[in-house]
T-cell receptor, first 116, second 115 residues
């Protein structure tokens, strides 16, 4: 079955350490996205990528980095510069802008990151 | 910049009854798409229904329907014959037809369903 896989489901890290969240899709989607979800704030866009080897900052990119070396993969690194990294992180993909934006996103099941 | 507002942090409904969740948005564009997503306790985001702004007819998917008022920039979700499995967070979202990179979300409404 096609879908998006995020791993791990739960992640614990010490303050000051970088951590990388995995996101893999087998839907042949061109576009991929990372959102952060905090209670009462909905989903906020961190980074997005519309094609391989290209990505753009979203609304809250500070303290995060991404790469898009393969169409299927869009890992997110939470760096030590991110002041409040504890949150729920959702990865999503979509067919791509050239096919029209009436398609919604397909989401992964998320990673809960806790920094202690 | 476009914004999406969900003014009801929490709603509740009795099983088999009908409930309406509100959503308003702000945009200067005329061509766009609107979505409702459901996030159950598993936290998996599920697309419930979508609406194209150029269509006057309100979208319907089984027990879920929308009331799309373009002039008022309102996009409410009606859930009929509510079921226990409808209990979840519901997010309204906006996507431009021209700048197709972002899906902009509201802050969500938590729906409780009582037997």
């Amino acid at each position: 079955d096609g879908g998006i896989t995020q791993s791990p489901k739960y992640l614990f890290r010490k303050e000051g350490q970088n951590v990388t969240l995995s996101c893999e899709q087998n839907l042949n989607h061109d576009a991929m996205y990372w959102y952060r979800q905090d209670p009462g704030q909905g989903l906020r866009l961190i980074y997005y990528s519309q094609i391989v080897n290209d990505f753009q900052k979203g609304d809250i990119a500070e303290g995060y980095s991404v790469s898009r070396e393969k169409k299927e993969s869009f890992p997110l690194t939470v760096t030590s510069a991110q002041k409040n990294p504890t949150a729920f992180y959702l990865c999503a993909s979509s067919i791509g802008a050239q096919w029209g934006s009436n398609y919604g996103y397909t989401f992964g099941s998320g990673t809960r990151l806790t920094v202690v | 910049a476009q914004t999406v507002t969900q003014s009801q942090p929490e709603m509740s409904v009795q099983e088999a009854e009908t409930v309406t969740l509100s959503c308003t948005y702000d945009t200067s564009e005329s061509d766009y798409y609107l979505f409702w997503y459901k996030q159950p306790p598993s936290r998996q985001m599920i697309l419930v229904i979508r609406q194209e702004a150029y269509k006057q007819q309100n979208a319907t998917e089984n027990r879920f329907s929308v009331n799309f008022q373009k002039a008022a920039k309102s996009f409410s979700l009606k859930i009929s014959d509510s079921q226990l499995g409808d209990a979840a967070m519901y997010f309204c979202a906006y996507r431009s037809a021209r700048h197709t990179d972002k899906l902009i979300f509201g802050t969500g409404t938590r729906l409780q369903v009582f037997p």
